[in-house]
C-alpha cells in the first residue's frame, strides 16, 4: 500500500508592481501641549517652527559629568502652545485626505507619553474637533454630489469590493430595512449625542479640489482596538451592548448577566495583493459626516480606558480607525456605473491613536494595569526597533529582516512601510519637568523615524472614456427636458405645422373645379417647401459630413503626432528611468561615504582630543621637568657649597685634633719630667737635711709664686677647652668670617636674646635689620641671619647663617644659603681637685702649706701662657711660665 506523500501547497508569488524610485521621508510632526498650572516647569522651548529645545530640569543629571545639558531636535513642523485644530489639520491631516480622494493610502497615527494630549489631537472636543472628524467633513464635502447608492458597493470577506447594479441594491436595502434582526447604522437625521455634538464649525469646513467627477463614490469604516496585543472590533454588536455591564474601580466589568460572551479577537490575514486586514472586521456604509462620526462614537464608547494617577481617562490599547473609500468610472454614457469588477479602486486611510507610553513607578499601576502598560510598552518598542532595522536597511545597504510579526500594531500596518502609502506621525509631548525623561527618548525616537523612506504610492491608471461624461450626460438631459413643452408636443411637430395649412377639401358638387386645383397647388407648395427643407438638411448634412472628415483627418494625423510624441517620451522615461537608477546608486554611495566620513570624523574628533590631551600632558611634564632640571641645578649648587663647607670644616676639625694630640702628648711629657725633678728634689733633701731654709720674701705686694714642685699638673682635654670669659688672657673680639668688603644685610630677629658673651661677631658694612625687605636687599650683595636655640646640654647656641643674595630675572631679590657658623657658650667647673706632693721632711708647721701653690685657682690664673702659633715653645720648654707682675 503507497502512502500518500504530503506536499506544501506552494506559495503565490507576490504580484508584480511596477518600480518606483521616488519615496518621501516620513513626515514626523511636533506638537506641544499647554501646562495645566502656570508657576509648572517647563522643559521644552520653542526655537522656531522647525526646532525646540529640550532643557533638563534642575535636579537632573544628564551626563557622567553631572553637567546640564541642553539639547535641540528638528522636525518637519512644530506647533506650540497656541496653534488650533485647524492649523493643524490643514498641515498634517489635509494632503492625506487629498491622496485618499485620489485612489492612494495613507497612514496617521499620534504617538507620545501617557497624557500628552494624544487623544485629544485625534478626537478632539466639541467646538475643538480633531483629525478625524475634520477628515470625514472634508471627505464628505468632496464627494457628496458623486455617491452611489447606498449597497451599490459591497464588501467580501477578502478585503475586496464588489458591485451591483441599482436594482440588486434596491432589494438589498428593502431587504436590510424588513429584517430588524440586522443592526441598523445611525442615520444622519437620527439625534446626536451631545458629547460629539457641534464638533466642528461651519466656517471651517473645507472641501478639496480636482475630484474626478466622471466616477461614483462610497464610505466604508471600521474600528478596531489592539488591546493587550489582540485585536477587538469595536463596532461589533455583542451582547454587551444590550446588558451595558458596569466596571469596577479597578478595571474589571461586573457581570449582571450570567449569559454575557465577551467579545471574540480577531485575526490578520493577507489578501491577493498581499495586504493586511483584519478578518471578520465589521464594515458600515456611511453616507454623511455626521452618521460617520456617530459610528466612530459608538466604538470609542467601548474602548478601554482607565483613571491612573497620571491621567485621569488613560487609553489602555492603541485603537485604529480605518476609512475606506471606493470609487468606479461610470459608464460611457455618465448615467450608470460602469459594472465591472476589475475597475473598482479601493482606498484607505488610517488614523491610530497609539497608547501612551509609561512607567509603573509613577502611574501606580497594579493587577490588571501592570500588564496593560508591559503590553503597551512593548508594542511601542517593537514599532521603534522597525524604524530602527528600516533606516539601516536604506542607509547602509543591509538586507535585515524587520520583525514586524513581533506585535500586531507593526504587522497591521507592515504594508505602508513597504511603499503602500503615505506615513505621517504627530508627537505630542508635555513640557512639564516630570515626563523629562519620557519626552526625551520619544524626542529621540521621532527624530530617528524622519530618517525612514517609504516608497511614493502610484497615480490610480485611467479607465479610458471620454472625461466629462457626467456633465454631459446632466446637460443632455437638461436639453430634452427643454425641449419638450408643457403640452407633450415637440418642436419638431411645431416645425411641421408652420408649413402653409391645406385648403378645405370637402366636394360639394362633382363638377366643382376650385377645390382640387386649390388643394394641388397647396399640396405643390408643402412639396416645395418640404424640397427646401431636405435639400437645406442634405446640404447641411454634407457639411456636417465634410466637417466630420477634415476632423478625422486632423484626429489622425494628431493621433499620429501623439503616437510619435509618446513614442519620444517613452525614449525619454527610459533616459530618465536610467539616470533614476544611476542617481539612487550614487545616493546610496553618496550615503555610505558619508557614514564613512562621519566615522571617520568621529574618530578623527577622538584622536585630537588623545592629541590635545597628550600634548597638555606633555607640556605638564615639561614644565615638572624644567623645575626638576632647575631644582636640580639648585641642589646641586647646594651640595657643591656643602661639600666645599664641610671639607673646608673637617680640614680645620682635623687641624685641631692633631694640634691637640700634639699638646696632649707634650703635656704627658711635661708632667712625667715635673715627676722627675720633684723625685730628684726629694732625693736631693733627704740627702741635706741641716740645711737651713732660705728666708721667705715678702709678699705684701705680690703674691708668693709657687714652686715648680708644688704647682699640680693642668688637666688637659683632647680639644682645648674655652677660656673662663670672667678672667681673659687677651680680650680680644672675634671676626666673623663674613667681614669683607661686600655688603651684608644683618638680619637679626627682634626676639633675640643678649647673652653678655664677649665674643661678638662684627660684620662692617652691614645693614641692621629685625625683618627682611625688598629695598633692603636690593643694596647688598651678602645675607647673615642670627638663630638661637636650645643645645642638647640645655645651653643657648648661637647660629650665623649665611648666604648670597641673587638677583631674578622678575626684577626682584632671592637669598641662596652656602654657609652656617655655630657660636656656643660653656662654663667650666670651679673646683678643681688639688694634687698633694710628699715631702722627706713631714709636714711644716705651718698647715696652709699643705697643698703645693699650683693647686690655686687664682694662682694658675695669675700665669699666662704665650704663644705663637708655628713656635716650638711649650710645656717641657724653659722659660714658658713668666709671673706677671702686678702693679703696687
Known sequence: MNRQVKCKTP?????RKPPNSQKDPVGVYLRVR????????????????????LHAPEGFKVNRNGEYKETQYSFKKVFGVSVSQLELFEHVAK????????????????????GSGKTFTMTGSPGLGGLLPRSLDMIFNSIGPFQAKRYVFKTDDKNGMEIQCEVDALLERQKRDSNFTVPKTPSSRQKVDPEIGDMLRPEEACKADNVDEDSSYSIFVSYIEIYNNYIYDLLEETQEDAIKPKWNGGGTPVRQNTDFIPPQSKILREDQNHNMYVAGCMEVEVKSAEEAFQVFWRGQKKRKVANTRLNRESSRSHSVFIIKLAQAPLDADGDNILQDKNQVSVSQLCLVDLAGSERTARTGAEGTRIREAGNINQSLLNLRTCMEILRENQMYGTNKMVPYRDSKVTHLFKNYFDGEGKVRMVVCVNPKADDYEETMLVMRFAEMTQEVEVARPLDRPICGFTPGRRHRNQAFKEERGALIDNDGTSVVNGMLLSLPPLPSCELTDPNDEITLPRLIEALQNRQRIRQMITDEYNREANMMKSMLQQLDSSLASKENLIHEQNCRLAEKEKVIQSNKNEIDRLEKKNKTQEHKIDILQKTTKVYEDDKRSLQQELETRGHRLQRELSEKRRMEQRLQGMVSDTQHKWEKECERRVNAMQLEMQNKLWVKDEKLKQLKAIVTESKTPGRPDPPPRQTQTKPQRPSREERPPAKRSASPSPLPTTTPVRPLHRRSRSAGGEKWVDHKPSSSLDLGTVLQPVIPNAIQVSTPNEKALSKCDRYVLTHQEVASDGEIQTKLIKGEVIKTRGGGQAVQFTDIETLKQELTTTTVPSRKRKSSEGASASGDQTDGAWTDVETRCSVALEMKAGSNMGPGYEHHGITKRRRP
Do not use: M, W
Open 95 to 114: 494632503p492625506l485626505v487629498v491622496d485618499l480622494l485620489h485612489g492612494k493610502n495613507g497612514l496617521l497615527f499620534t504617538y507620545g507619553v501617557t
Open 34 to 53: 499647554p501646562l495645566t498650572a502656570e508657576d509648572e516647569e517647563c522643559c521644552i522651548e520653542v526655537i522656531s517652527s522647525t526646532t525646540v529645545q
Open 11 to 15: 506559495r503565490r508569488p507576490p504580484p
